[in-house]
T-cell receptor
Framework: DAMVIQNPRYQVTQFGKPVTLSCSQT?????MYWYQQKSSQAPKLLFH???????NEADTPDNFQSRRPNTSFCFLDIRSPGLGDAAMYLC??????????????FGPGTRLTVT | AQSVTQLDSQVPVFEEAPVELRCNYS??????LFWYVQYPNQGLQLLLK??????LVKGINGFEAEFNKSQTSFHLRKPSVHISDTAEYFC?????????????FGTGTRLLVSP
């Protein structure tokens, strides 16, 4: 089945130690998103890629970076994680302007713990 | 800018009872509306969406929602809930005036189904 895969599902990192979360998709969608979801809150968009074009949300901290080396993969890099960055990180994909389908397809998420 | 309000943060209900989760949106332009469900420690799964056409939308797992333009609402309903419906439900909107399909979420409603 076509899907969005996130690895790892659970990640523990130390305060200030860089960490990378990964996302892959078999849907061949041209847009990939990263969301941050803190406990009992709605997902918050950090940034998205439309093909290779990177689009940062205005309030996304510089501590968060992303890479999309090809259509299938997208990475979220947190350069110096703080305790406030502990959250679930969700990757999603969509096909921009696809007729009759504006759905975003979500991966299962990576829960990040910062110690 | 568009926004979504979910009036109830938590809705407790007994198994086999009907339920309605409320969602109101604000936007000055046409919108597309979505309901997503999130089970514990999982990603978001699309329940249903309204793009155009019939205002009564049927989704997966027996859920349906009705788009009411005059009341700017998109309430989610199910005639008889199961224990397995216990989850977080997010209403979301895409505004078509930004040139990009940004999904704006409500704060979520936790549905708690008890025996």
């Amino acid at each position: 089945d076509a899907m969005v895969i996130q690895n790892p599902r659970y990640q523990v990192t130390q305060f200030g130690k860089p960490v990378t979360l990964s996302c892959s998709q078999t849907l061949n969608h041209n847009v990939m998103y990263w969301y941050q979801q803190k406990s009992s809150q709605a997902p918050k968009l950090l940034f998205h890629y439309y093909d290779k074009d990177f689009n940062n949300e205005a309030d996304t901290p510089d501590n968060f970076q992303s890479r999309r080396p090809n259509t299938s993969f997208c990475f979220l890099d947190i350069r110096s994680p703080g305790l406030g960055d502990a959250a679930m990180y969700l990757c999603a994909t969509s096909e921009l302007w696809a007729l009759a389908d504006y759905e975003q397809y979500f991966g299962p998420g990576t829960r990040l713990t910062v110690t | 800018a568009q926004s979504v309000t979910q009036l109830d943060s938590q809705v407790p209900v007994f198994e086999e009872a009907p339920v309605e989760l409320r969602c109101n949106y604000s936007s000055s332009v046409s919108v597309y509306l979505f309901w997503y469900v999130q089970y514990p420690n999982q990603g978001l799964q699309l329940l249903l969406k309204y793009l155009s056409g019939s205002t009564l939308v049927k989704g997966i797992n027996g859920f349906e929602a009705e788009f009411n333009k005059s009341q700017t609402s998109f309430h989610l309903r199910k005639p008889s809930v199961h224990i397995s419906d216990t989850a977080e439900y997010f209403c979301a909107v895409i505004s078509m005036n930004t040139g990009f399909q940004k999904l704006v979420f409500g704060t979520g409603t936790r549905l708690l189904v008890s025996p």
